[in-house]
């Protein structure tokens, strides 16, 4: 993979696009043939069921975690170990429900598997939303959006008739749900965290953002390629078992309302003039990003907070790596395996 030496990590040399590749079978590959040629019909009709009418009954949010539940347990995917910060192992019955995400609240997920989504839907039952790199606003949208977004192609810039809004509005909106951000804005093979999207800088200072990192052994059910579906599928469905470990952060609140309104009139500002006026007037200054956006200090402090956090509960490093190496990694990747 020395051909794609240029999308490592200066400082870590770690390569967050690569994708993780399987163990060999051996002399398991009939188990594992049988397998997945046994939960493939089976996976595919739970889905169909849920996503084409289940999800539209009126079943309840109970009703719904345990059709998701279902999904994930064809492939034998096991939930084994939740850890939160300042929470002791078997403990957690005993503490405030502050400690965990709820409604109101704003979860910041890492990204790396069309697992994450599901799992967390089955788990919170929250609102999705899907974050770019160059603009505060979020794009509202569904469960079934989201595990797609994971085999996507990576974009800078929301798609040309995307409903765009803010967070603030969506949590105005549904004030009894979580609402689930993936600020790196593209799936990582869990190697790596992302420069984070400005749309966590939209959340209200009194709301609560929780970092969640979601690992899985093994880790080869990670989607960093996009358009993989058959080797995702493969990889799911004929291991005899999957785990999930979940870390939580302690919550953090958002930035202040003069903190936002920085962000978006540098943000939608286009004269370096105005920027200067802007770190003249703040004792803090203007930090620019590689999308023309300038944050004060407390802004890319909240930014790190949360990245700090993802890294550290993930047991990776942050990386300087984003959106738009990602694209150029994929293009690369493609015309290679096109050669080949």
């Known amino acids: 993979m020395e051909k794609f030496s240029q999308f490592r990590d200066r400082g870590s040399g770690i ?21 997945f040629c046994f939960r493939l019909p089976l996976f595919i009709s739970i889905c169909l069921s849920y996503f084409l009418v289940l999800q539209w009954l ?19 995917i096991w939930w084994i170990d939740l850890q939160i910060d300042g929470v002791r192992k078997g403990s957690l019955a005993k503490q405030r429900t502050a400690r965990l995400p709820g409604p109101g609240s704003i979860i ?7 697992i994450d989504a599901v799992y967390l839907a089955a788990i919170f039952d929250p609102i999705f939303v899907a974050s770019y790199p160059s ?15 994971s085999f996507s192609f990576p974009r800078v810039n929301p798609p040309p008739g995307a409903r ?30 992302l420069p984070l999207s400005i749309s966590l800088l939209d959340v209200p200072s009194k709301t609560k953002i ?18 993989s579906y058959i080797t995702f599928l493969w990889n799911l469905l004929s291991k005899p078992t999957h785990c999930i470990r979940v870390r939580i952060a302690e919550a953090v609140n958002g930035v202040d309302a003069a903190s936002q309104t920085s962000a978006r009139k540098t943000y939608e500002s286009n004269h370096i003039d105005t920027l200067k006026e802007e770190a003249n007037s703040s004792t803090d200054g203007l930090l620019g990003n590689d999308y023309g956006v300038f944050l004060i200090r407390d802004q890319k402090a909240l930014l790190d907070h949360v990245g700090e956090a993802l890294a550290r509960l993930g047991r990776v490093k942050r990386v300087g790596l ?9 293009r690369m990747w493609t015309k290679v395996k096109r050669r080949q």
């Open 164 to 193: 765009m809004v803010e967070i603030s509005k969506l949590l105005e909106r549904y004030p009894n749900s979580p609402i689930v951000i993936f600020p790196e804005c593209t799936t990582t093979n869990g190697r790596g965290i």
């Open 322 to 330: 984003g959106v738009k190496e990602k694209q150029d990694f994929v």
């Open 210 to 227: 929780y970092p969640v990192s979601v690992r899985y052994t093994p880790a080869d059910v990670t989607t960093p390629i996009p358009g």
């Open 58 to 76: 009126p079943i309840g949010s109970l009703g719904k975690k345990a059709s998701l539940w279902c999904i994930l347990g064809v492939p034998s």
């Open 135 to 149: 603009t505060w606003q979020v794009e509202r949208i569904s469960l079934l959006q989201a595990i797609l977004r």
């Open 15 to 35: 390569a967050p696009f690569l994708p993780i590749p399987a163990q060999p079978s051996g002399i398991q590959l009939p188990l594992h043939i049988f397998l």
């Open 108 to 114: 910041a997920s890492s990204f790396t598997s069309p």
